[in-house]
């Protein structure tokens, strides 16, 4: 049973930073391709990084490029995403994700390439 845990939100002013967290079990880890989704209110769930299988290869959504750094610890079965320069429309519930198959990298991952879901953790930043 796939099981994916987030931790790691919280709240911070603009310009601080948070780094989020997922615990993965119930699987292979090293053979999914893992990323970060983030939800605010009243609009759709968008892709913020993957990490493709193998670990070589990342997307960002231009809107954090610069300022997110996705990582994992293969060791750990932990997906990492590191927040820096966080601006209030960072504000949003972020989802860790986990697919069991090749996702696409020519195109902006959709919430559709990923079967797996944490609950999400809450990032609220003040101005």
């Known amino acids: 049973q796939v099981q994916l845990v987030e931790s790691g939100g919280g709240s911070v002013q603009a310009g601080g930073s948070l780094r989020l967290s997922c615990a993965a079990s119930g699987y292979t880890y090293s053979g999914y391709c893992m990323g970060w989704f983030r939800q605010a209110p009243g609009k759709e769930r968008e892709g913020v990084a993957v990490?493709?299988?193998?670990?070589?290869?990342?997307y960002y959504a231009d809107s954090v490029k610069g300022r997110f750094t996705i990582s994992q610890d293969n060791a750990k079965n932990t997906l990492y995403l590191q927040m820096n320069s966080l601006k209030p429309e960072d504000t949003a519930m972020y989802y860790c994700?986990?697919?069991?198959?090749?996702?696409?990298?020519?195109?902006?991952?959709?919430?559709?390439?990923?079967?797996?879901w944490g609950q999400g953790t809450q990032v609220t930043v003040s101005s």
């Open positions: 990490s493709y299988i193998g670990g070589d290869s990342t």
């Open positions: 994700a986990a697919a069991p198959w090749v996702v696409p990298r020519t195109r902006v991952p959709s919430p559709a390439d990923f079967a797996y």
